[in-house]
């Protein structure tokens, strides 16, 4: 229980450690112990705003999920660039697109709305108010049912199985 | 430093400034806020991304060591850019647009801009025991 309240949240404290090393991009023993002190304080201040631990599971899972998004990224950024130079302004078709979500944890949510945001030509711009799905603009679909279904099966599914 | 090492730099950096114009132009390009909100939200991510890739390898051919600070910064762009285009979006959800210009969001509750979430629940509900997925 001690633990519990000393360290809340290991893999935060862990992070928050690392950034530091990487900030001062030097590894001595002081900085070290500076790093994994920040790594200790900031999650004990910060505790009341994360109020559950997400849970975990699958490193390689993760790691898989995020050379995908790294790839969409790039393929996003080529996509939108062609849209924006070769298409007629009046041949852009801008939508709406509700997309109904199954994940729990409000981590698995801000992870998906965020991967969502990063690529191809979409931006998730609000919840629902029960956080059963998420309303996504974007910029230009023929068919805005298959940017829904891509969005489910390519992220979604894979967070399902990280967060679960 | 070798000519591969340059040509690469060069080869980044040229792409990176592409990139950049791209998005720029696509603020003056697109007419409406929330189309015009995808231009840099994307088309400058492989803009910054370029320019850091060309820093690492400098560094690392000039100097020896790896740098992670390119590393650190394309994690704080990937944390940073989402939260600030959707409070971009937002803000003009809740100025420009009423409840019936949005599509409606398919459960019990609307979008959360216009109604309240359910009272006495949290947003999410953990459940007790975790549903796992079955994963055939």
Known sequence: MLMRRLVPHPLLSLTLTLVWLGLVNKFTLGNLILGAGFGLVIPMLTAPYWPDRPRIGRPLKIAEYGLIVLWDIVVANVQVAMIILFKRERAIRSHWIPVPIELNSAEAITVLAGTITMTP?????????????ILVHCLHADDPDAVRDEIKQRYETRLKEIFS | ???????????????????????????????????????????????????????????????????????????????????T?????????????????????????????????????????????PETPKAP
């Open chain 1, 121 to 133: 030509g979409t931006v998730s711009a609000t919840l629902a108010a029960d956080g059963r799905s």
């Open chain 2, 1 to 83: 430093m070798s000519l591969t090492a340059e040509i690469l730099i060069s080869l980044a950096l040229v792409m990176s400034g592409i990139f950049g114009f791209v998005g720029s132009y696509g603020l003056v390009k697109l007419k409406d806020t929330l189309q015009r909100l995808h231009a840099p939200t994307k088309a400058t991510t492989l803009g910054v991304g370029g320019v850091l890739i060309a820093s690492m390898i400098y560094f690392y051919t000039e100097k020896g060591h790896l740098s992670i600070h390119e590393l650190l910064i394309t994690l704080f762009l990937f944390l940073t850019a989402p939260i």
């Open chain 2, 85 to 129: 285009a959707n409070f971009i979006a937002k803000a003009y959800m809740a100025r420009n647009l009423r409840r019936e210009d949005l599509p409606p969001s398919g459960g019990e509750y609307g979008w959360s801009i216009y109604d309240d979430p359910p009272q006495g629940k949290d947003l999410a509900p953990q459940p007790e025991t």
